[in-house]
C-alpha cells in the first residue's frame, strides 16, 4: 500500500527534487513514444531536447516563445493564488490584439513614436475589459468565472474571424482574411538584430520582477494569499473578496491582452484568425509549474518555449504532427502535480500482507 | 406537421445527444464531490477512438464501446492523480482536457480524410413508418434511445437506491461519510470513471453520429458546456435534458438562421451557444433568492485525505 502522510512544514528539498523528478519521468515517457513511433530515440531526443538550445535562430526563437507564455502566466498566478480561476487568457489574449491592433491600423500612415504606446495600452484595456466581464458576473451574481471565460475565449476566436474577414480586412489584401501588416512605427522593437525576439520579451521579464514584489513584499500579496488558503479568515481580517476577484481578473486579463497585441505587433505583424496558438492556455502549465511562483514562472516558460520548438523541430525533422507538443505538455503537468505530492506530504510504501 | 419543422426538430434533439451524455457522466461525479474538468478532453478522446475504431472494423458497437473505454481511461488517470495523489481537481482536470486534445489531434493526423459508416438510425417494423411521430420518436440511432435510459437510470441510482445516497453524502461531507465507514475514495473513483464513459460515448457520437468524420477540435467547447449545464440543472438529472435542449435548440437555429432571411455574419451567429452558456448561468444566479447554491454539493473539488 501507499502511505500518504501530511508533512507539518513542506519539504524544501522536495521543492527542488520535484519538479527534477517530473521532468527524467517525462524524458523518460516520450523516450517510449518515440519508441512506439518507432524513431532513433537518440536523434529524436536530440531534436526534441538539445537542438532548440542550439545557433542563433533557435535561442531568439524561445525567446518569441516564451515572452507570451511568461506574461499570461504571471498574470493567471496572481489569481490562481487568490482562487480566482481565470482559464480564458486565450480571449482576453484576442481581444487584447484585436484592441490594440485595430488602433495601429486605424493610424496606418502615421509614422510616431507614441504609437506603440498607444497601441499597447489600447491592448491592455481591452483584456481587462475582457476579464472585468467575468469578474462583473462573477461578484455580482455569483457566477462561476471558470466557464465565463472560458465560453468567452470560443466568442474572442469567432470575433476576431468576424473582424478580419470583415472591418479590419486589409482593402488591399484581394479579400484575404487578414488584416494590413503592421508598419514600422506600429511594430515592436527588435532586441536581438536579425531575429524576432522582440522587447515584449525584456518587458515580460520587468513584469516578473513586479509581480515578485507584489505577491511577496507588499499587502495585497498577502490578501490575495490569504483569500485564497482560508477565505473565511480572509473575510474576519477585513479584505474584501469582490475586490480581491476584480483585481485578479483585471490584472490577469491586462497581461493577457499586453501579451496578445505584442504577438500580433511583434512575430506574427498583423492580424489573422490562427493568431491565437493556445499560449492563454498553456501559461496555465507554466503557472502551475512554477508552483506559482513569480521567479520560477520565468524558467518555466521557456521550459515551456522549449517544448514549443521542440515539436516544430519534431515536425520538421521527423514527420511527427505538431499536437505532440501538447501531449508532452500535459503529461508533464500529470508528472509534476504526482511529484508535487511529495512536497507537503510523506510518502512511503508499505507491504504489510496482514492487512 | 411540415418536412422543416420536423427536420429541426429532429436536428435539435441530435444535436443535444452529446450534451446529454457528458453532462449525465459529469453530474454522478460531481454528485461525489468531485469536480473533473477533463471533460472536453475526455470527449475528444472518445470521438477520435471512436473514429478509428469504426474505420477499422466497420462495427458501431464495437466503436462506441471503445470511445467508452477510452474516456474512461482517461478518467483513470484524473482518478489516480485526485484520489491517489491528492492533487488540486482544478489544475488535474485542466491538464486532461489540454492532454486529451493534443492526444486527440496526435492521433486523428492520419485520419484527417476519410469518412466512416454512420451509426444510422434504428427501424422499428411499422412504429418507425407511423405519419410525424414515426421520425420523432421511433426514428433515432440508438445512442439517443441510450442516452435517455442514462438519464433514468443515474436518477434512480442516485435517488432510489443506497449506494446512491451513500454517494451524496460522500458529495455532500466525505469526513463524516469516512467516519461511519465508507469507502469514499472507491466510490469517487468508480464515479470518475463513469463520467468518463459517458464522456468518451458522448465524443463518440460528434465523430460517428452527426458529423461522421475527424475534424482536430470538433469537440468545440461542448464538454465545458456539459459542466455548464451540470450547474444549470442544479445537479438533478432531468434537468439535464432540458438544458441540452436548449442549448441543442441554439445550435441548430444558428444553421437556420439564413434560411429565415436572418443576414448576420455567420461568426455572430456561432456564438450564440458560448454566449447563452453565460446568459443561462446569469439568470439562474438572478432567479435564485439565496447567495449560494443549496443543492451544489458541498465538497465539490475539495481534496479528501483520510488521516486514519
Not at chain 1, 499570461?72 to 489569481?79: Q, T
Not at chain 1, 482559464?87 to 490594440?100: H, L, M, V
Not at chain 2, 453532462?23 to 471512436?50: C, F, P, T
Request: include cysteine; proline fraction near 3%; aromatic fraction near 12%.
Amino acid at each position: 500500500m501507499i502511505n500518504i502522510e501530511q508533512r507539518t512544514d513542506s519539504s524544501a528539498k522536495m521543492v527542488i527534487l520535484a519538479p527534477i523528478l517530473a521532468l527524467t519521468l517525462t524524458a523518460i515517457s516520450t523516450m517510449i513514444i518515440f519508441l512506439w513511433a518507432s524513431l532513433d530515440v537518440m536523434n529524436a531526443f536530440y531534436v526534441f531536447y538539445i537542438e532548440p538550445l542550439t545557433g542563433k535562430y533557435n535561442l531568439s526563437e524561445l525567446l518569441v516563445k516564451a515572452a507570451p507564455l511568461m506574461m499570461i502566466a504571471l498574470g493567471l498566478s496572481i489569481g490562481f493564488r487568490a482562487g480566482v480561476w481565470n482559464i480564458g487568457a486565450e480571449g482576453q489574449y484576442i481581444i487584447g490584439a484585436i484592441s490594440g491592433g485595430a488602433v495601429g491600423l486605424y493610424y496606418y500612415n502615421v509614422e510616431a513614436t507614441w504609437l506603440i504606446p498607444l497601441m499597447a495600452f489600447a491592448a491592455v484595456l481591452g483584456g481587462m475589459g475582457y476579464a472585468g466581464i467575468a469578474a462583473f458576473l462573477r461578484t455580482r451574481f455569483q457566477v462561476n468565472e471558470i466557464l465565463v471565460t472560458l465560453m468567452l475565449t470560443y466568442v474572442a476566436i469567432l470575433f476576431l474571424s468576424a473582424m478580419v474577414f470583415g472591418p479590419l480586412r486589409n482593402p488591399d489584401g484581394f479579400n484575404f482574411p487578414e488584416s494590413r501588416i503592421f508598419h514600422d512605427s506600429a511594430t515592436l522593437p527588435i532586441i536581438w538584430q536579425g531575429t524576432r525576439a522582440h522587447i515584449g520579451f525584456i518587458i515580460a521579464l520587468l513584469f516578473a520582477g513586479v509581480t515578485w514584489f507584489i505577491t511577496k513584499k507588499h499587502m495585497f500579496g498577502m490578501q490575495i494569499k490569504i483569500s485564497g488558503s482560508a477565505p473565511r479568515a480572509a473575510r474576519f481580517a477585513g479584505f474584501n473578496e469582490n475586490k480581491t476577484i476584480w483585481y485578479t481578473l483585471l490584472i490577469s486579463g491586462g497581461l493577457a491582452g499586453l501579451a496578445g497585441l505584442f504577438e500580433a505587433a511583434g512575430p506574427v505583424g498583423q492580424l489573422v484568425p490562427h493568431l491565437p496558438v493556445g499560449y492563454g492556455f498553456t501559461a496555465i502549465i507554466v503557472a502551475f509549474l512554477a508552483r506559482l511562483h513569480p521567479i520560477g514562472i520565468v524558467f518555466t516558460s521557456l521550459l515551456i518555449a522549449l517544448t514549443y520548438m521542440g515539436g516544430e523541430n519534431a515536425q520538421i525533422t521527423l514527420q511527427l504532427p505538431s499536437s505532440i507538443t501538447s501531449v508532452f505538455q500535459g503529461m508533464l503537468l500529470f508528472y509534476f502535480l504526482a511529484c508535487n505530492v511529495l512536497i507537503e506530504h510523506k510518502v512511503a510504501f508499505s507491504f504489510n500482507w496482514s492487512k | 406537421m411540415d418536412e422543416l419543422a420536423i427536420q429541426i426538430i429532429l436536428g435539435i434533439s441530435v444535436a443535444s445527444v452529446p450534451l446529454i451524455f457528458a453532462a449525465i457522466g459529469e453530474l454522478v461525479v460531481e454528485r461525489s464531490g468531485v469536480l473533473n474538468l477533463g471533460v472536453e478532453g475526455m470527449m475528444i478522446m472518445g470521438a477520435i477512438i471512436g473514429l478509428v475504431v469504426q474505420y477499422h472494423t466497420g462495427s458501431g458497437l464495437l466503436s462506441v464501446i471503445a470511445a467508452m473505454a477510452a474516456g474512461m481511461l482517461m478518467a483513470s488517470i484524473f482518478a489516480f492523480l485526485t484520489q491517489l495523489f491528492l492533487t488540486n481537481h482544478v489544475a488535474t482536470g485542466l491538464a486532461l482536457t489540454l492532454f486529451g486534445l493534443g492526444v486527440a489531434a496526435f492521433i486523428g493526423k492520419n485520419y484527417s480524410d476519410i469518412t466512416v459508416t454512420r451509426i444510422s438510425a434504428l427501424h422499428i417494423p411499422w412504429f418507425s413508418d407511423l405519419p410525424v411521430i414515426g421520425s420523432l420518436v421511433f426514428g433515432y440511432d440508438p445512442l439517443f434511445y441510450l442516452a435517455i435510459l442514462m438519464v433514468f437510470l443515474v436518477w434512480w441510482f442516485l435517488f432510489k437506491t443506497k449506494r446512491g445516497l451513500i454517494l451524496r453524502a460522500i458529495g455532500d461531507n466525505h469526513d463524516a461519510a469516512h467516519a461511519i465507514g465508507h469507502q469514499v475514495i472507491r466510490y469517487r473513483v468508480l464515479a470518475i470513471l463513469f463520467g468518463g464513459g459517458m464522456a468518451g460515448i458522448g465524443g463518440a457520437y460528434l465523430s460517428l453520429v452527426q458529423v461522421p468524420m475527424w475534424v482536430e477540435g470538433m469537440s468545440a467547447g461542448r464538454g465545458w458546456i456539459a459542466i455548464a449545464l451540470v450547474v444549470f440543472a442544479s445537479w438533478q438529472p432531468f434537468k439535464v435534458i432540458v438544458g441540452a435542449l436548449i442549448f441543442g435548440g441554439i445550435s441548430i437555429l444558428q444553421l437556420h438562421a439564413q434560411a429565415f432571411g436572418v443576414y448576420i455574419p455567420a461568426q455572430y451567429l456561432s456564438m450564440l451557444p458560448y454566449l447563452m452558456t453565460i446568459i443561462v448561468l446569469v439568470s439562474l444566479r438572478i432567479g435564485s433568492k439565496s447567495n449560494t447554491n443549496r443543492t451544489m454539493p458541498n465538497c465539490l473539488g475539495k481534496v479528501f485525505h483520510s488521516t486514519s
